[in-house]
């Protein structure tokens, strides 16, 4: 009996050995597979770092007036060794070739990603290239309106940061690039919305408002149909803005606007002042997404009640509209009588949209954290094209968003000779 026991040991070892051994021999390829996914992770940051990096470089050396071919390739790649000090591609093996041919800037690299668990299968690196071209700084300028949602919910967290932080950065970085690569070529205006917006009128486009000089405060929109252009208000005060509040959300009020910096500026070459209110403004009450695009829409036109912008028959001047909003349209607009419905506010925008695009405004709409799929379809529908809607799920996605609007932007002033 003793023996028989000993041998039935001896074959158990044995068999938890010839198991060990098929385990491994399985969990080879999983591992694998699990290495090829993380390092197709790291690839595909390192690629899109790269490709951010070259954008950049591509835009300033082309704005580089009065710069020989040398100079410009030279400014070119110092703006792309400061993007690439930081970042997923940092530090990883380079090859770079910057050139200017026919009036374009071209930007060319590939960059060598080295794996980690693939490196069991013999493959040591992974080759992400990229390329950029932009035409060379014409005497274009731009006019660019941005209506940015600050309704309460931006306040909340989308990835990994607060989403008017998000957006403050993903704008200010916007400024600091399209201003550094042109200076003296673009104007920003700024039109912060929630229910309200809260702006500085001359009195004789305000109802109820007596004498010369300007009236500031609260206002919704005007009575329709004069809330779906941009005409100048005239002596009836259906055109006029300060119309009875909508009752759904009166308690809200006024008060919250003046102290969270949510104030409309108007066009301006200042690119100091227009980041200086983006880094002061925090989010507030409801949403009027048609009241924000009929306010941007009057900042981009050179009537009354704002005149900071180049005529329409300035050709030198492209117009460009960026509409950002994370939610539905919660307020009621004015349509036909004296209705005043959501639904109304909804049909407003595609109006607006439709109207300030036949005035040559290019119209340039982001989603961001924004489930509703009627909203999305109408923000597409409002955009100038397919590719001037863009969709940002978190805070990763709003910054790479507002890098292509900052590569379409570029590309529509900095034209080829």
């Known amino acids: ?34 290495g090829v996914g993380i390092d197709y992770a790291n690839y595909s940051a390192a690629k899109t770092h790269l490709q951010a990096a070259l954008d950049g470089a591509a835009l300033a050396g082309a704005a580089a007036s ?30 770079t070739d910057f050139r200017v041919d026919s009036g374009t800037f071209i930007a060319e690299a590939n960059v060598e990603v080295p794996t980690s668990l693939m490196r069991l299968a013999g493959i040591d690196t992974m080759e992400a290239a990229g390329a950029a071209e932009v035409g060379l700084a014409s005497m274009k300028k731009a006019e660019i309106a941005m209506v940015l949602d600050y309704s309460g919910s931006m306040g909340d967290v989308s990835g990994t940061k607060v ?50 000089g300007t009236w500031t405060g609260c206002t919704q929109d005007r009575r329709y149909p004069h809330n779906l252009t941009a005409a100048t208000p005239t002596s009836s005060d259906n055109t006029k803005w300060n119309q009875p509040m909508a009752p759904e959300h009166a308690s809200d009020g006024c008060s919250g606007y003046a102290p969270r910096k949510l104030v409309v500026k108007p066009l301006t070459s200042d690119s100091d ?18 009241l924000g695009v009929e306010f941007g829409y009057h900042l981009l036109m050179d009537n009354q009640p704002f005149d900071q912008a180049a005529p329409k028959s300035d050709t030198e001047t492209q117009k460009f509209m960026i509409v950002l909003t994370d939610g539905m349209q919660t307020e009621p607009a004015f349509g036909p009588g004296s209705t005043r419905t959501v639904s109304q506010g909804e049909k407003n925008l595609t109006q607006l949209c439709t109207n300030a695009k036949a005035d040559g405004i290019r119209i340039i709409t982001l989603a961001f954290d924004l489930d509703d799929t009627s909203t999305r379809a109408r923000l597409k529908a409002c955009a100038s094209d397919a590719d001037s809607f863009f969709i940002a799920d978190d805070d990763a996605d709003l910054s790479k968003a507002f890098e292509e609007i900052k590569t379409a932007v570029a590309s529509e002033i900095y034209l080829k000779k």
């Open 1 to 34: 009996m003793f023996s028989i026991r000993k041998a039935f040991r001896r074959f158990r070892a044995s068999e938890r050995g010839d198991t060990a051994i098929m385990f491994a021999l399985t969990a080879i390829p999983v591992i694998l597979a699990a």
């Open 66 to 95: 009065g710069k020989t071919d040398s100079e410009r390739v030279s400014i070119a790649s110092a703006s792309f060794t400061a993007n690439m000090g930081a970042g997923a591609a940092s530090g990883y093996t380079l090859t």
């Open 163 to 212: 989403k008017y932080i998000a957006m403050r950065e993903a704008a200010t970085k916007l400024v600091d690039d399209l201003t550094t690569a042109s200076p003296g070529k673009v104007k920003f205006g700024l039109v912060p919305f929630s229910h309200h917006v809260y702006v500085t009128l001359p009195k004789a486009h305000v109802k109820g408002a007596s004498g010369s």
């Open 273 to 290: 002042s227009v980041k200086t209110q983006l880094a002061g403004m925090k989010p507030y009450a409801w949403t009027h997404i048609a």
